[in-house]
C-alpha cells in the first residue's frame, strides 16, 4: 500500500494542526496505521498508532500526552492526527505508516513547525 501524508504546516505555540495520510488502495483496512516524526538531529520516534480494526490505539505517553489524537477511516483509507496545544518540541517531518505483520510502508513525511 501506498501512503500520501499531507496538512503539515506552520503554527504558534498552543495552536492546532490535522495531519491525514491517504492509502492507495482498499487493502489499507488490513494495516495497522499511525505516525513517528523525525525533529532535526534527532533519530525518527514513534508518536501513535492504531490497528486494523480501529479498537486499539497505543501512543508514546511522552508526546502525545493527551494532546494528539489518531483515527481512522477504512472506507475512505484514511487516517487523520489531530494535534492540539502543540509546542516547540513538535516541530518535526511526521511520517505515516502503514504495518502488517513485519512489513512496514512509509509515507513521504509532512513537515510540522511550531514557533513561539
Known amino acids: 500500500v501506498q501512503l500520501q501524508a499531507y496538512g503539515g504546516g506552520w503554527v504558534q505555540a498552543g495552536g492546532s494542526l490535522r495531519l491525514s495520510c491517504a492509502a492507495s488502495?482498499?487493502?489499507?483496512?488490513?494495516?495497522?496505521i499511525g505516525w513517528f516524526r523525525q525533529a532535526p538531529g534527532k533519530e525518527r520516534e514513534f508518536v501513535v498508532g492504531?490497528?486494523?480494526?480501529?479498537?486499539?490505539?497505543?501512543y508514546e505517553e511522552d508526546i502525545v500526552e493527551g494532546r494528539f489524537t489518531i483515527s481512522r477511516d477504512n472506507a475512505k483509507n484514511t487516517v487523520d492526527l489531530q494535534m492540539n496545544s502543540l509546542e516547540l518540541e513538535d516541530t518535526a517531518v511526521y511520517y505515516c505508516y502503514a504495518r502488517k505483520v513485519v512489513s512496514v510502508n512509509w509515507g513521504q513525511g509532512t513537515q510540522v513547525t511550531v514557533s513561539s
Open positions: 488502495d482498499r487493502t489499507f483496512g488490513n494495516y495497522d
Open positions: 492504531i490497528d486494523s480494526s480501529g479498537g486499539i490505539i497505543y
